[in-house]
T-cell receptor, first 112, second 113 residues
Framework: AQSVTQPDIHITVSEGASLELRCNYS??????LFWYVQSPGQGLQLLLK??????LVQGIKGFEAEFKRSQSSFNLRKPSVHWSDAAEYFC??????????FGDGTTLTVKP | EADIYQTPRYLVIGTGKKITLECSQT?????MYWYQQDPGMELHLIHY???????EKGDLSSESTVSRIRTEHFPLTLESARPSHTSQYLC????????????FGPGTRLTVL
């Protein structure tokens, strides 16, 4: 069965510092991978997605993610974090029939 | 503007009341979903629909029911609310195809006293 693991429950970074959020997946076929962000009291917003092709994908708000098949990973990165990036981040793998399996999420706190 | 809407955003209600959470999307998406999410926690799929008159239960057992009479509308109903139903409910939709991203509404935060 498919699964998504986000090893870090909570990460704190200083504003302006770089960020990497980890995501590992388990899926038998070629994965379709997503990163979503959820601000407090809001729904989820898609940051970026990987279906095929270039393993480094660019998203909105200056985020990027790199797909590494050998490591079954899809880590999210940002070179310089802004205070407005504080939120909950979810990694997801698309499974058949239009559903997705979500990770447990990583809470990002940004220190001034 | 294409979007997905949920009403109400917040609902506080007494035990035993019947409630319906509304979800509508203007993107023409065939697939729609309901998730339950406790604060700071993961999402649990409770219902999904592939199209009109098609609904199925999700991975997490729920006492709620859903209907899909129109493509754009996917309401969720609780016949008798209980404190254990207190949670955030997120509605989402996605386009035709097996692996498309989901578009989420802002959520309904339900509190049952």
């Amino acid at each position: 069965a498919q699964s998504v693991t986000q090893p870090d429950i909570h990460i704190t970074v200083s504003e302006g510092a770089s960020l990497e959020l980890r995501c590992n997946y388990s899926y038998g076929a070629t994965p379709y991978l997503f990163w979503y962000v959820q601000s407090p009291g809001q729904g989820l917003q898609l940051l970026l997605k990987y279906f095929s092709g270039d393993t480094l994908v660019q998203g909105i708000k200056g985020f990027e993610a790199e797909f590494k098949r050998s490591q079954s990973s899809f880590n999210l990165r940002k070179p310089s974090v802004h205070w407005s990036d504080a939120a909950e981040y979810f990694c997801a793998v698309g499974v058949n029939a239009g559903k997705s399996t979500f990770g447990d999420g990583t809470t990002l706190t940004v220190k001034p | 503007e294409a979007d997905i809407y949920q009403t109400p955003r917040y609902l506080v209600i007494g035990t035993g009341k019947k409630i319906t959470l509304e979800c509508s999307q203007t993107m023409g998406h065939d697939k729609m979903y309901w998730y339950q999410q406790d604060p700071g926690m993961e999402l649990h799929l409770i219902h999904y629909s592939y199209g009109v008159n098609s609904t199925e239960k999700g991975d997490l057992s729920s006492e709620s029911t859903v209907s899909r009479i129109r493509t754009e509308h996917f309401p969720l109903t609780l016949e008798s609310a209980r404190p254990s139903h207190t949670s955030q409910y997120l509605c989402a939709s996605s386009a035709q195809g097996s692996y498309n991203e989901q578009f989420f509404g802002p959520g309904t935060r339900l509190t049952v006293l």
